[in-house]
């Protein structure tokens, strides 16, 4: 069983910074793309970043210049360096990976979030 576990969320005053990260365990053949997704209470779960097992990145707009995404492949872990923090980043943020357990099984995986609040 392969599993996704976040760490780093917490509370933060606006403009201060946090770093998530997200390790995977158990037997992997490889993952693909790995990334953070956020969801806030009433709101629907929205991509923040992403990168492929290359190192090539995908941000929201709303992110871009303030969030940095990478990885560290021969740990299969993934980091969210968050900076400029504003209260509207405040959500639940899941990691995400398409893992391949097996040559032939590839699957969606999302770990079970981190809550980050930026108060004003």
């Known amino acids: 069983q392969v599993q996704l576990v976040e760490s780093g969320g917490g509370l933060v005053q606006a403009g201060g910074s946090l770093r998530l990260s997200c390790a995977a365990s158990?037997?992997?053949?490889?993952?693909?793309?790995m990334g953070w997704y956020r969801q806030a209470p009433g709101k629907q779960r929205e991509l923040v970043a992403t990168?492929?097992?290359?190192?090539?990145?995908n941000y929201a707009d709303s992110v871009k210049g303030r969030f940095t995404i990478s990885r560290d492949n021969a740990k299969n872990t993934v980091y969210l360096q968050m900076n400029s923090l504003k209260p509207e980043d405040t959500a639940v943020y899941y990691c995400?990976?398409?893992?391949?357990?097996?040559?032939?099984?590839?699957?969606?995986?999302w770990g079970q979030g981190t809550q980050v609040t930026v108060s004003s």
């Open positions: 990168i492929t097992s290359g190192g090539s990145t």
């Open positions: 158990g037997i992997i053949f490889s993952i693909n793309a």
């Open positions: 995400y990976g398409a893992v391949r357990s097996t040559l032939l099984h590839e699957y969606d995986l």
